[in-house]
Nanobody, 124 residues
Framework: VQLQASGGGWVQTGGSLRLSCAAS????????MGWFRQAPLQEREFVAA????????YYADLAKGRFTISRDNAKNMVYLQMNNLKREDTAVYYC??????????????????WGQGTLVTVSS
């Protein structure tokens, strides 16, 4: 599976960005998808995940109420809509895919494939 994340950039605090992740190489609807992020000098952390069908979505507390994950299985795409961005959202954002039987999609160890990351910078 190859994953290509895009959509990062610079945005003012309170602004919005939509990240996209294009998948190829396997049947997209076979795997769940997640977004993680890593800020400078910090561990990578879970942001959001969506099941293979799109029927269930999971969010870290940092994302609830501000971020929305979605997927389009017809286009092999997953998105992360980020609103009301804060300075602490500055990070490299990674999309990831997995196909295990796990139901704990917040664990990065449950993901086999990772994109290259896209940088989001939030400042005033």
């Amino acid at each position: 599976v190859q994953l290509q994340a895009s959509g990062g950039g610079w945005v003012q605090t309170g602004g919005s960005l939509r990240l996209s992740c294009a998948a190829s190489g396997r049947t997209f609807s076979d795997y769940y998808m997640g977004w993680f992020r890593q800020a400078p000098l910090q561990e990578r952390e879970f942001v959001a995940a969506v099941t293979s069908s799109g029927g269930r979505k999971y969010y870290a507390d940092l994302a609830k109420g501000r971020f929305t994950i979605s997927r389009d299985n017809a286009k092999n795409m997953v998105y992360l809509q980020m609103n009301n961005l804060k300075r602490e959202d500055t990070a490299v954002y990674y999309c990831a895919a997995g196909d295990s039987t796990s139901t704990y999609l917040a664990d990065e160890n449950e993901y086999e494939w990772w994109g290259q990351g896209t940088l989001v910078t939030v400042s005033s």
